[in-house]
């Protein structure tokens, strides 16, 4: 991609139009380059709020349009070559079908500059909930007794979290150390996790262990 991040053909690997050799390049260069890399997750996720809109906007559409939506998420997914951890519905086939139906949803149409604006807000929201709960992580490390439970819940993306710290020792390097149970609902996916973090100052616990304990339940 000659040092650039070429959006069109990102687009065409995630849509499985490459051949065999072109898309094993994508992948080698998403392996080595973390600004590629970055470029198909920020594709994944606005494929996911695609599609979560036109859940929203089309409640009362026919059974026989929301099964044809689906339909072609699915088809174009199951036309993806690559093997790249991604997911393989993409922006494009989610864009086409924003077009096709814009004059059934008042004529909407997800600009690039809007689009571009709504994945930076989202990843800022996903940021600041995922400091506000290391913050609670840490509160709760520090001061609840162990088999209490302590809810929080995102204020910017609304998820939701049970922590509970179920054991607490010191280790043979003689640190004092928890483990801890984890809880996690979001976008309506419930993952289960336990946890050990050790303590590596007087006022902050570092987690060196995380298990989930329901693999399937990726967000």
């Not at 004529?107 to 989202?122: I, N, P, Q």
Request: proline share 4%; net charge neutral; hydrophobic share 40%.
């Amino acid at each position: 991609m000659n040092g650039k991040i070429d959006i069109e053909r990102l687009s065409a690997y995630l849509d499985g139009e490459l051949g065999a050799d072109a898309a094993q390049d994508v992948e080698t260069l998403a392996a080595t380059d973390p600004a590629v890399a970055a470029a198909l997750k920020a594709m994944q996720h606005a494929n996911g709020e695609a599609r979560r809109f036109l859940r929203q906007a089309l409640p009362e559409a026919p059974d026989r349009l929301r099964a044809t939506i689906e339909h072609g998420f699915a088809a174009r997914g199951n036309g993806h070559r690559g093997s790249a951890p991604v997911s393989r519905w993409a922006l494009p086939l989610a864009a086409s079908i924003l077009i096709a139906i814009s004059g059934l949803v008042g004529g909407f149409l997800l600009s690039d500059m809007r689009l571009a604006s709504h994945l930076a807000e989202l990843e800022a929201r996903q940021a600041a909930d995922r400091q506000s709960f290391a913050a609670a992580l840490q509160q709760v490390l520090e001061t609840a007794n162990s088999d209490r439970s302590v809810t929080w819940q995102g204020a910017a993306t609304g998820a939701q979290a049970t922590i509970t710290p179920t054991r607490t020792y010191r280790s043979v390097s003689n640190h004092w150390c928890r483990e801890f149970d984890e809880r996690i609902v979001r976008d309506g996916i419930t993952q289960d996790r336990t946890g050990l973090a050790c303590r590596e100052s007087p006022t902050a616990w570092r987690r060196v262990r995380t298990t989930i304990r329901n693999p399937d339940n990726t967000f």
